[in-house]
């Protein structure tokens, strides 16, 4: 099973909007609408910001946003704050109740 | 609240096995899927396999089959990964994290165990 394909950085100032591609194959992403996301600030444990391609646990602030295209998903923070500086990872539900993950994303707020 | 409470760090020579607790609280053990996950030093986060703390067989990542083996124990709430023929690639943090009660999603993480192989 090969990671999901993102891209290594993106950056953006304070109040701009950045958007992460997460890019598989219809064995994973393209197959289930069963994608997930997470912050992982340097040195902790990784946190659940999306789930089920679009869906946000309770906490986890409005600013970010998940949607899928084919084989494709993207997660968007709109109005990016300082705070959310951090790598981010994607994952995928990949049959026969295996998963993967994405290459993860640091973003940089500038 | 929940929390997944993970063992300490460890050191192992190659060729050595490790294993790894993950103690589960604040919430009913047997009714989550447990992961686990590991991550590089600098890298990305790896899928290693998944137990039922209610019971079945483990699904290991193809990678690891043969190598790894996943267990609970239900009286005291925990999960174990053991992983054996330590090479100096299984240098890592290692996590366990629960699935989400609609599924395929981990909304739960332990704080990690950093496992480092080293002659």
């Known amino acids: 099973q090969s990671a999901l394909t993102q891209p290594p950085s993106v950056s953006g100032s304070p109040g701009q909007s950045v958007t992460i591609s997460c890019t598989g194959t219809?064995?994973?992403?393209?197959?289930?609408?069963?994608v997930s996301w997470y912050q992982q600030p340097p040195g902790t444990a990784p946190k659940l910001m999306i789930y089920?391609?679009?869906n946000r646990p309770s906490g986890v602030p409005d600013r970010f946003s998940g949607s899928k295209s084919g084989n494709t998903a993207s997660l968007t923070i709109s109005g990016l704050q300082a705070e959310d500086e951090a790598d981010y990872f994607c994952?995928?539900?990949?049959?026969?109740?295996?998963?993967?993950f994405g290459t993860g994303t640091k973003v940089t707020v500038l | 609240q929940v929390q997944l409470v993970q063992s300490g760090a460890e050191v192992k020579k190659p060729g050595a096995s490790v294993k790894i607790s993950c103690k589960a609280s604040?919430?009913?053990?047997?009714?989550?899927?447990i992961h686990w996950v590991r991550q590089a030093p600098g890298q990305g986060l790896e899928w290693m396999g998944i137990?039922?703390?209610?019971?079945?067989?483990?699904t290991y990542a193809q990678k690891l089959q043969g190598r790894v083996t996943m267990t609970r124990d239900t009286s005291t709430s925990t999960v174990y990964m053991e992983l054996s023929s330590l090479r100096s690639e299984d240098t890592a943090v290692y996590y366990c994290?629960?699935?989400?009660?609609?599924?395929?999603?981990?909304?739960?993480w332990g704080q990690g165990t950093l496992v480092t192989v080293s002659s």
């Open positions: 219809s064995s994973d992403v393209g197959g289930y609408n069963r």
């Open positions: 604040g919430y009913t053990f047997t009714n989550y899927y």
């Open positions: 994952s995928s539900y990949a049959s026969s109740s295996t998963y993967v």
């Open positions: 089920e391609v679009s």
């Open positions: 994290a629960r699935e989400g009660s609609t599924y395929y999603y981990f909304d739960y």
């Open positions: 137990i039922n703390p209610s019971g079945g067989s483990p």
